[in-house]
């Protein structure tokens, strides 16, 4: 059984830095695709990041592109977004999702089966 678990969430004055983590178990990273989801009160949930080919490829949400960096430890089969230059808008329960399409690295959630409880992230002005 897939079960993913996201931790590192908390709060930070806006320009700051914040890395959530993903445990992962009953998968591999070779053949999963992994995702980072968020969603704000009152939002839909939105795709932030992607992570395929074994960590060999990422993709990225543009509100996020050039702040946010998605990264795995396949020995540790973990996965981790670094957060930096965080916005207010940023704010959002943040969730952790694994795909068993690991040739596809789409920021749409019904791609993805199994998913974590969220860890909230909120971003001070």
């Known amino acids: 059984q897939v079960q993913v678990m996201e931790s590192g969430g908390g709060l930070v004055q806006a320009g700051g830095s914040l890395r959530l983590s993903c445990t992962a178990s009953?998968?591999?990273?070779?053949?999963?695709?992994m995702g980072w989801f968020r969603q704000a009160p009152g939002k839909e949930r939105e795709g932030v990041s992607c992570?395929?080919?074994?960590?060999?490829?990422?993709y990225y949400a543009e509100p996020v592109k050039g702040r946010f960096t998605v990264s795995q430890d396949n020995a540790k089969n973990t996965l981790y977004l670094q957060m930096n230059s965080l916005k207010p808008e940023d704010t959002a329960m943040y969730y952790c999702?694994?795909?068993?399409?690991?040739?596809?690295?789409?920021?749409?959630?019904?791609?993805?089966?199994?998913w974590g409880q969220g860890t909230q992230v909120t971003v001070s002005s």
């Open positions: 992570i395929n080919w074994s960590g060999g490829n990422t």
């Open positions: 999702a694994a795909s068993i399409d690991w040739a596809r690295c789409r920021l749409l959630a019904a791609d993805f089966a199994s």
């Open positions: 009953g998968l591999t990273f070779d053949d999963y695709a």
